[in-house]
């Protein structure tokens, strides 16, 4: 099974700020790792496809790079409604699997 | 727009099988790549539970293999979970979601998702 890992688990930022999540996978999925975010009380939802292709109506701000087992979440000039729960899915083979989850925290 | 929507009960008793219905709106489920079921126990991470293609064909994870089951239900348009011998650690909210418009694996949409608590 591939198992995903992400880093850092919690991060506190400002309004404003620039947010950089990492996943890595135990074993080279290409570009097969999407992510997605999910609010308190809410079902997750994809912000980022094959690694790097935003989700219709996901801002901008939101970018994701990587290949291979290293991949890159980043959040420019933070928002209130972004302050979330972030999670990697490896979309490579079966078992899928989900990374730790990063939760992005007021400063 | 596609619209899923879980159902089931909210409380199941230990040693029992767990039986949820994911219902489809917007969509014809035999016309989507895949189906899929993950779940959420409070506080914690997403786990994939399983997912089922339009043809029928079922993957499962592994560390709940011997006890869970997918099927899809094209006359009522939805597809269903059950997950036997359930214990405290099977409680968690459960989601159902989809993907239907590319032969991929993640998932886009989900539904709201359903608290189960597993207790006597």
């Known amino acids: 099974d591939i198992q995903m890992t992400q880093s850092p688990s919690s991060v506190s930022a400002s309004v404003g700020d620039r947010v950089t999540i990492t996943c890595r996978a135990t074993?080279?999925?290409?570009?097969?790792l999407a992510w997605y975010q999910q609010r308190p009380g809410k079902a997750p939802k994809l912000l980022i496809k094959?690694?790097?292709s935003l989700q219709s109506g996901v801002p901008s701000r939101f970018s994701g790079s990587g290949s291979g087992t290293d991949f890159t979440l980043t959040i420019s000039n933070l928002q209130p409604e972004d302050f979330a729960t972030y999670y990697c899915q490896q979309a490579n083979s079966f078992p899928l699997t989900f990374g730790g989850g990063t939760k992005v925290e007021i400063k | 727009q596609v619209d899923l929507q879980e159902s089931g009960p909210g409380l199941v008793k230990p040693s029992e099988t767990l039986s949820l219905t994911c219902v489809v709106s917007?969509?014809?489920?035999?016309?989507?790549?895949?189906w899929g079921w993950m779940r959420q126990p409070p506080g914690k991470g997403l786990e994939w539970i399983g997912s089922?293609?339009?043809?029928?064909?079922?993957y499962y994870n592994p560390s709940l293999k011997s006890r869970v089951s997918i099927s899809l239900d094209t006359s009522k348009n939805q597809f269903s979970l059950k997950l036997s011998s359930v214990t405290a650690a099977d409680t968690a909210v459960y989601y159902c979601?989809?993907?239907?418009?590319?032969?991929?694996?993640?998932?886009?949409?989900w539904g709201q998702g359903i608290l189960v608590t597993v207790s006597s």
């Open positions: 917007g969509y014809s489920i035999s016309s989507a790549y895949y």
């Open positions: 094959a690694a790097l």
């Open positions: 979601a989809g993907q239907t418009s590319a032969a991929v694996y993640w998932f886009d949409p």
């Open positions: 074993q080279g999925i290409t570009s097969w």
């Open positions: 089922i293609f339009h043809s029928g064909t079922t």
